[in-house]
């Protein structure tokens, strides 16, 4: 097990910044989308090119969220499609706040403690949801219902864990970096029958043309997420089965790097083209919506709900005016057979057989 200070070695060193941007807590801040897909965020619109000043919002206070010395303040009620009640059940807070910050090491320790071992003789499958940007409320949004489909449809409970970057969620559950993401899966891949369980990563946020997956939540500076990274993190545990899905800009551009016999990929875009559907105001991304809400609810393959899938986006791409944004696919020959036979264990679980 993984032990606190282990845990906190990382954290200190950010604790020096955000004492250095103690200044900038409650202060306004813009974001804007550069040519090539970049996501910027700044304090001031001075800093932001002339040629994008007509994109851009102002975003209130930093994650929406109150300075250290303010009250925290309730989210905007809404009900997502899970039913939970934003303003009941998950206050606004900041992860600026002293007691807040420090919670987190510990929090991902127990979520990591709380994870159940693999079963000898089933095919278990382990569930990782990864929201890496706290700018749109969305990639929260989808985490939440997306992991409580896999725990209930796909026999996860135990064997889930989410790591979302929002103000809603940063005292509760632990937040989504790079360094939480390997952590993760380093316990469950010692946790897991390496040659039975399968590891399915979904990855949602903003990307870019370089192939980077946005991991922000400010004042805090994390590292983005490379398709090289993905590839280290599974190797270094020595993942043997694993399905990685990322909804985000040019995803596309991550499979190549992953693929082998034992990996299945999904991506909601090609290597060249965008997606859509982030918004605060959204409750999924355009893929989360067709791939995960409504297909996947209706069957235990994770193949199959595909294609019904990308016809349905395309659908609505066309309906809105928007590029098409061409998810893709890719199925080793290997894993396809392994979730054959998690598909007929789960098949057999809904049947009540």
Not at 37 to 63: A, M, T, V, W
Not at 223 to 240: H, R, V
Not at 302 to 315: G, R, S, T, V, Y
Not at 324 to 336: D, F, K, L
Request: aromatic letters at 10%.
């Amino acid at each position: 097990m993984f032990s606190f200070f282990q845990m906190s070695t990382g954290f200190i060193a950010v604790a020096i910044l955000l004492s250095l941007c103690s200044s900038s807590y409650s202060a306004d801040y813009y974001k804007w989308t550069d040519e090539n897909g970049n996501l910027h965020f700044s304090d001031s619109s001075q800093n932001i090119p002339e040629k994008y000043r007509n994109q851009i919002k102002k975003k209130g206070h930093i994650d929406n969220a109150p300075s250290p010395t303010e009250p925290l303040v309730k989210a905007n009620q809404a009900k997502s499609p899970s039913g939970y009640e934003e303003s009941a059940e998950y206050p606004k807070q900041t992860i600026a706040k002293e007691e807040v910050f420090y919670s987190q090491p510990a929090l991902l320790e127990q979520k990591l403690s709380e994870l159940k071992p693999g079963r000898k003789g089933v095919v278990d499958l382990y569930f990782v949801g990864f929201g890496g940007s706290s700018s749109e409320d969305v990639f929260m949004k989808e985490i939440k219902v997306i992991s409580k489909l896999f725990d209930e449809r796909f026999d996860t409970r135990g064997r889930s864990i989410a790591l979302i970057n929002n103000a809603q969620t940063v005292g509760t559950v632990p937040i989504a970096t790079r360094t939480a993401l390997e952590m993760t899966v380093k316990k469950i891949a010692m946790l897991m029958n390496k040659d039975e369980d399968v590891l399915f990563l979904y990855l949602t946020s903003h990307g870019s043309k370089k192939h980077d997956l946005s991991v922000d939540f400010l004042p805090l500076q994390l590292n983005e997420i490379y398709p090289a990274d993905i590839k280290k993190i599974l190797n270094n545990a020595g993942i043997t089965w694993s399905v990685v899905v990322i909804s985000a800009c040019y995803s596309g551009g991550y499979i190549e790097p992953l693929k082998n016999e034992n990996t299945m990929i999904i991506t909601s875009t090609d290597a060249n083209s965008r997606s859509f559907g982030c918004s605060n105001d959204s409750n999924f991304t355009y893929f989360g919506k067709a791939y995960f809400y409504d297909a996947l609810r209706k069957s235990y393959s994770f193949i199959q709900p595909f294609d019904e899938a990308k016809k349905a986006i395309l659908k609505r791409e066309r309906d809105q005016s928007e590029e098409p944004s061409n998810p893709q696919i890719y199925v080793g020959a290997a894993i396809r057979k392994q979730l054959e036979k998690l598909e007929k264990r789960l098949q057999k679980i809904g049947s009540g057989a």
